[in-house]
Structures are given as structure tokens and as C-alpha cells.
Nanobody, 126 residues
Framework: QVQLVESGGGLVQAGGSLRLSCAASGRTFTSSSMGWFRQAPGAEREFVAAIGRSGISTYYADSVKGRFTISRDDAKGTVYLQMNSLKPEDTAVYYC???????????????????WGQGTQVTVSS
């Protein structure tokens, strides 16, 4: 089992930055592939970013490429999402996810992930 706890969400003006954190506990974190997804009101959950085991492989949704950066600190059991140049359309609940399988290549499909956090709200005002 893996427990995931997100933090770092909040209200920010357009153009601003936030850093989300996801603390993982339980199963050995270093063997997990990690991802961030988001869900806006009335919309389906969508992929944002992913990082494979070892952190070498990363993958981003086109909508956030060049603005968001995913990283992991295996010593701390934490994955981060640095979000810069935020736009109102980035407003959503952001979810951290972990896979029970070992993927060195970052996975964008939600079916690859077995564990999910409770989510953290990000609101970007115009």
C-alpha cells in the first residue's frame, strides 16, 4: 500500500507560481512511477505530468509543457510539481498518483496508477 498526501495548493494570480508536493509513505517509494493529474469543475480528470522510476524520464501534457516541471526526491519520498506562468485555465484540483508497477518511462495513462492522493485545490485568478 502507498499513502499519498498532497500539499502546496492555493490561490494565485495569473502569471504566478506554485509548487505542489506529494509525500508518499508505505511501499518503497523509489520503485514507484509517479504522476500528477487534475480535474476542473465539470470536466474529466486529465493528465498533467509524470516521472518514471529514477527520475530520468518525464512527460508533460502539451498544455503545461514549458511551464510545469515534475521532479522527485527519493530520499524524502516526495514528488514535486513546480508550476510557473500559471493561467486561469490551470484552475483545478490536482491529484498525485503512484504506480505499483515499476516504469522507468513516465506514464501518462491513468490506468498505470494504482494509488491516488486526496487532491489539492489550485485556483488561478485573472
Amino acid at each position: 500500500q502507498v499513502q499519498l498526501v498532497e500539499s502546496g495548493g492555493g490561490l494565485v494570480q495569473a502569471g504566478g507560481s506554485l509548487r505542489l508536493s506529494c509525500a508518499a509513505s508505505g511501499r518503497t517509494f523509489t520503485s514507484s512511477s509517479m504522476g500528477w493529474f487534475r480535474q476542473a469543475p465539470g470536466a474529466e480528470r486529465e493528465f498533467v505530468a509524470a516521472i518514471g522510476r529514477s527520475g530520468i524520464s518525464t512527460y508533460y501534457a502539451d498544455s503545461v509543457k514549458g511551464r510545469f516541471t515534475i521532479s522527485r526526491d527519493d530520499a524524502k519520498g516526495t514528488v514535486y510539481l513546480q508550476m510557473n506562468s500559471l493561467k486561469p485555465e490551470d484552475t483545478a484540483v490536482y491529484y498525485c498518483s503512484a504506480s505499483s508497477r515499476t516504469y522507468y518511462i513516465a506514464q501518462q495513462d491513468a490506468v498505470a496508477y494504482d494509488y491516488w492522493g486526496q487532491g489539492t485545490q489550485v485556483t488561478v485568478s485573472s
